[in-house]
């Protein structure tokens, strides 16, 4: 019979988890051993336990299979919660393993303890607890839980001392992953006898596409859609990737840089549909205009009806609710389409540097130009992310990973690690700001060890940038608490055994580019910018 920690590796490699990502402890040796001699999985050692749950979260949203993490007790569950949060707001599957007390410990003061169930509740979607008697069915299930409705995390724990007891009830009929994803009926009459109703009334619509759209592979039926009637199309952060910004019709992304640009468009709407729209990201009260909101999506607008004067919610299959909008009679709307690309051209070319300027919008410009379309960008919190979630253009979903529902620092260099590992012949590029480096950077010694061949874009501006603008926005001291003062001198040429170019010019910025890219190693890039341009481009007005 299979020991507890064989049947974990086996049942994991059996729904399709690669790796497992950890900090091993003392009891979690068993299952690092049975890791070891399970073909297909690997265990994957990281620094710190909040990169292990971030770089699951990252395998949960590649292949659609929950990623997998595993912590001690205590300070090692603590550390795991924080990537653990971000799989829950960012709607990741991921399956999240830590050591528990003995049954008979559980209650008792004891060094380490505190109760996990009670910790991972609010940010999982169910915390649950092995034996000996159900390690197969309770990680199927769990399996299921991760990936059904909206993806996220559950928590699973592990009593000290079963690894090496042997499993019994072995190959049971069980449903988990086959636990049978909801049939969406199509739309009832008096929905679409809604649905018909407002459209038709309304001029000039506007679509606000979110991840859950992408999560659900509209794109072709969105496209068909927007074309049909000449509605203008704005994404959320996490959606880029499922509408060109080459497209006649987009019209950019809420909530980040030049906001207020965006804004010129959705302000004129006389009617809202949100499309797999997730207020994860952004709230519909904080942005939209005062008119009708067709909402559709798995579930119901979370909105303040206070605030928001009328909302349908059209719940169910988003595909089949955007195949019923296409079967509507109609022409095209009102939209004045030459004066929507004279919008969209302004906009980019205020995300456009000026020539032979080094400043944020430059960095970002030529790694686009550099990076080829089927290259992966991992882009940390920070001013950084909100330049990027506007400036950056994403040709497919997925080739832009960020967080924007948990917004968590940190973020970029294990989501990259986490792609290579996915992706490994594609290239991969981090970029973060110094702010994030200093969190991560101990993770370099991973990627060195692991030898991920990744370029990671270090934009050193020496602050907290987003948090500066911030200040000054208050009439704050806006270098209080914000600046990164770094040691003077020449700087290293390694981290962790990682090579590293310091550049300050736009020249030497585009040969070290050239250089990462050509590389089959794992390069850093600092780039030394003025951040002055932020503060053009950041936090503008959501409404008009």
């Known amino acids: 019979m299979p020991t507890v920690a064989q049947q974990f590796a086996h049942t994991l490699r059996e729904i399709g988890v690669r790796y497992v990502f950890g900090v091993p402890s003392g009891n979690m040796i068993d299952y690092i051993e049975a890791l070891r001699e399970e073909d297909g999985i ?289 022409v095209a709307k009102n939209w004045d389409l030459e004066l929507l690309a004279e919008r969209k051209k302004r906009m980019f070319q205020k995300l456009t540097p000026p020539p032979g300027s080094f400043g944020p919008r430059a960095v970002l410009h030529e790694l686009r130009n550099i990076l080829p379309d089927d290259g992966v960008l991992t882009v940390d919190v920070g001013a950084h992310l909100h330049l990027a979630g506007q400036q950056w253009r994403t040709p497919a979903p997925g080739k832009l990973l960020m967080t924007n529902g948990w917004s968590g620092m940190g973020f970029a260099i294990p989501a990259a690690m986490a792609a290579k590992l996915n992706y490994p012949e594609l290239p991969v590029v981090a970029l973060l700001g110094d702010g994030g480096f200093h969190m991560t950077v101990g993770e370099l010694a991973t990627v060195s060890r692991l030898d991920l061949n990744i370029v990671f874009v270090v934009i050193n501006d020496s602050s907290l940038s987003l948090i500066n603008i911030k200040q000054t926005n208050k009439g704050y001291d806006s270098h209080y608490g914000t600046d990164l003062n770094q040691a003077s001198g020449a700087p290293t040429n390694y981290y962790f055994g990682v090579p590293i170019i310091q550049v300050a010019d736009l020249d030497t910025y585009k040969k070290a580019l050239k250089k990462a890219l050509d590389a089959n190693r794992p390069m850093v890039i600092e780039a030394v910018v003025d951040p002055s341009e932020y503060k053009e481009l950041l936090l503008r007005r959501n409404r008009i």
């Open 42 to 330: 690997d265990f994957v050692l990281v620094g710190h336990e909040a990169i292990a749950a971030i770089m699951a979260d990252i395998c949960g949203r590649i292949t659609g299979i929950p990623g997998a993490c595993f912590a001690t007790f205590g300070p090692g569950a603590t550390n795991l919660s924080t990537g653990v949060g971000e799989a829950l707001l960012d709607r990741s599957p991921l399956l999240a393993f830590t050591d528990e007390m003995p049954d008979h410990l559980l209650n008792r003061v004891v060094q380490m303890n505190v109760n996990h169930q009670q910790l991972f509740f609010p940010i999982t979607k169910h915390t649950t607890r092995l034996s000996a008697e159900n390690v197969e069915e309770v990680i199927l299930k769990s399996a299921g839980i991760a990936t059904s409705d909206v993806p996220g995390p559950v928590h699973i724990g592990v009593p000290a001392g079963i690894g090496r007891q042997e499993v019994h009830n072995v190959g049971k009929e069980l449903e988990y992953l086959r636990v049978e994803k909801k049939r969406w009926s199509p739309l009832v009459a008096e929905q679409v006898k809604k649905v018909e109703s407002l459209f038709a009334k309304s001029k000039c619509p506007v679509l606000v596409v979110g991840l859950s759209a992408v999560r659900n592979n509209v794109q072709a039926a969105l496209i068909n859609l927007a074309e049909k009637f000449k509605m203008p199309v704005v994404l959320t952060p996490m959606a880029k990737g499922i509408f060109s910004e080459d497209h006649p019709l987009y019209a950019g992304v809420l909530f980040h840089a030049l906001s207020d640009s965006v804004a010129e468009t959705y302000s004129q709407a006389d009617l809202v549909i949100g499309v797999g729209y997730d207020p994860v990201e952004f709230n519909y009260e904080e942005w939209m205009p005062p008119v009708p909101l067709i909402h559709i999506d798995e579930k119901e607008a979370d909105v303040d009806t206070g605030k928001l004067r009328e909302v349908l919610n059209v719940t169910g299959n988003i595909e089949m609710a955007l195949q019923e909008l296409l079967k509507l009679n109609g």
